[in-house]
């Protein structure tokens, strides 16, 4: 029995349980009051991160008194729950955030204006929390806040990082990286010391009978890691709902083997062991889209899925339901391959702990889980080779076997005269070493598998999950597009585009019902509304160009057209494309008449985006951007006409800055490698125009807004493969184009050309994988018919508003309720007031 307040004493309890602030003035209460005494500052030594600090901290006390509230209601209810399996979440900064999920930001702009600050200032005081690499952690972010925001019982898990994804810094035109040790001061986090699991690493199987002849495996030996919980609280917009985020730190077990070190005289060697412990949950591997196969890694995934599994299992065994009830009560689900090994856990955990036989535990496991795939990309698809899976995790192992086992006896009996696919479809490579493939375990052991944009949706199915499709029907497999949240991508980061919206549309209802916006287009000739718009693109864009002048020195001209793209920088999303493009136009605006020039309009090309720090190729085409910025910036003669901003560590905090000021932003990855993309929506949304290939989301975007008013170029998925083998055995021609941007490179134009002669050379001696050069025609092409609409503001501005308009399908609120409904079969809990 769990000590608790007993019942008589309750309503003293209830009495003193704390009343959350509403007025101005009470904020500034509270926030004073966390200066003086939480933080030990006083009114003569108070800057802006300690008023950051108290404010952070008043609201988090009204965020947990809601989380309180929400959790009890989710046990009492006891209903279906959802938990988000992920690696990453790019949560960005909180506070800004909160303000107005709790509807209280006026009230605390108020409260910090009586107490001498402006409210920019404070917000902008905080770290971004930054756990995640790009997509795939800002998609869990984003869910987070709509199944909050939808009342959804879900809770997040995932790693607490010491380090963030690393800083980057630009010295001499090349990306440094630089740790992000982000926890010196962190209010959005409680330590709960008493939620500790203890798990294990390395040690033997030991196999035995008892006497009606049933085995038992016993995995003992190794050693013993402990994962302590932080919980983060994440509030629902305008709901009483505030969801778990939960996050494991890995801490050296503390029990008699350190004891016997200690004794024996080995103090050293035994806070070496403590050390040893705590890296493995460190530091965040920084590759997107690439594996690399790294123990630490495989370890971190291990420790984080089952210290997870341990805490739902502990959860459900409460409510003393039968195990046959678990699929019914939980729904797991895994961001990409990472949590893997929650497969193998849960069966280990119900046959090796609690007994069941392995039919009976595999058919509540494999109704359990479900698993998104984020990309066809062969370099990223998980692999783990069999002796270091054997060595740290042997009895996982064991059990991996025992399911492929099982799914290739019944892949043989359902297809006897086609041996040859068992190979093909095996969890186990027989290669040397060995390979455990991480995708084709998650697609056996979960019941839906989900794409996530109908292009790379249908991909997978003919693809790399080709024979699964035929062995256990199309039904299993499904598409969810992506979605992002309205909340932070427009309201938070475009807040006065979304004041012109409600102003409208009577009201900000549109924030949880994203497809309201059509009411807009009514507005797409009204003269006012117009001008309106325009003034706020503009205004973001003066914003922007103060940050670049801030951050690098250059000056650009807000009228220019901003030209965006910022992602992670990788060949498959072609910032070369972008870059060789630019050096296109420089060359020919240097050849222009002053006439021609005339009807330029001034461009500004803005990249940002970090590189993997073993990606050479990355790293080199960063250092070409700089190259090409540094002569093009400096060249008097082209003046406003062109410049090239490379911007400095992209994060989500400039991402919220970036995405309401771009006319232009770029999604041009060769066709078929995009699984979504989700920085095209948010572009779209704040009324910034796209470029982009018929690759990911795009398609859908296009559909949704219409033809005219997006810019498609570009080679098609379905001829990619044809395209590169042409390249690789017919004669191969390079775009003229291309060749005299090569030309410029290799004149020193841009410095010494020998630093990018991989880059060129993969184009022209190495098969061009990307097809940069077959896309590079129509990709100038297309970028001439952008010049000429934008002297036409008039239909720009049309364009720009009907896309705002006809975005409402691309909320993470429509996602995450197909989820609910095609995937998770899980209801939503109203809040209890
Ligand atoms: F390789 N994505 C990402 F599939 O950001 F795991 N990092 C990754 O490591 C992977 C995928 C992985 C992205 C996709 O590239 C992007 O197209 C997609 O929009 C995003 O995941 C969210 O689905």
Partial sequence: VEASIPEPQRAAWKKFTPKPFSTPEEFERETVRHIETTLARSLYNCDEFATYAGTALAFRDRLILDWNRTQQN???????????????????????????????????????????????????????????????????????????????????????????????????????????????????????????????????????????????????????????????????????????????????ASGEFDFQKFNSGEYESSVADQQRAETISAVLYPNDNLDRGKELRLKQQYFWCAASLFDIVRRFKKTKRAWKDFPNQVAIQLNDTHPTLAIPELQRILIDQEGLDWDEAWGIVSKTFGYTNHTVLPEALEKWSVPLFQHLLPRHLQIIYDINLNFLQYVERRFPKEREMLGRVSIIEESSPKMVRMAYLAVIGSHKVNGVAELHSDLIKTTIFKDFVRIYGPDKFTNVTNGITPRRWLHQANPRLSELIASKLGGYDFLKDLTLLHKIEAYVDDKDFRKEFREIKYANKVRLAKHIKQTTGVTVNPAALFDVQVKRIHEYKRQQLNIFGVIHRYLAIKAMSAEERKKLAPRVSIFGGKAAPGYWMAKTVIHLINQVGKVINADKDVGDLLKVIFLEDYNVSKAEIIAPASDISEHISTAGTEASGTSNMKFCLNGGLIIGTCDGANIEITREIGENNIFLFGNLAEDVDDLRHSHLYGTYSLDPSLAAVFEAIQSNLFGDATAFSALVNGIVAHGDYYLVSDDFASYCKTQELIDEAYRNQEEWVTKAITTVARMGFFSSDRCIDEYAEVIWNIEPLAPKV
């Fill in 74 to 252: 989710q046990t009492f209810t006891d209903q279906k729950r959802v938990y988000y399996l992920s690696l990453e979440f790019l949560m960005g900064r909180a506070l800004d955030n909160a303000m107005l999920n709790v509807g209280m930001k006026d009230v605390a702009t108020k409260g910090l204006t009586e107490l001498g600050f402006r409210i920019e200032d404070i917000v902008d005081q905080e770290h971004d929390a930054a756990l995640g690499n790009g997509g795939l952690g800002r998609l869990a972010a984003c869910f987070l806040d709509s199944l909050a925001s939808l009342n959804y019982p879900a809770w997040g898990y995932g790693l607490r990082y010491r380090y963030g994804i690393f800083k980057q810094e630009i010295i001499d035109g090349y990306q440094v990286e630089v740790p992000d040790y982000w926890l010196d001061f962190n209010p959005w986090e409680f330590a709960r010391h008493d939620i500790i699991v203890d798990i294990q690493f390395y040690g033997n199987v030991s196999k035995y009978q008892d006497d009606d002849g049933k085995t038992t495996s016993v995995w003992d030996g190794g050693e013993i890691v402990q994962a302590v919980a932080y919980d983060v609280p994440i509030p629902g917009y305008q709901t009483a709902t505030t969801n778990n985020l939960r996050l494991w730190a890995s801490k050296a």
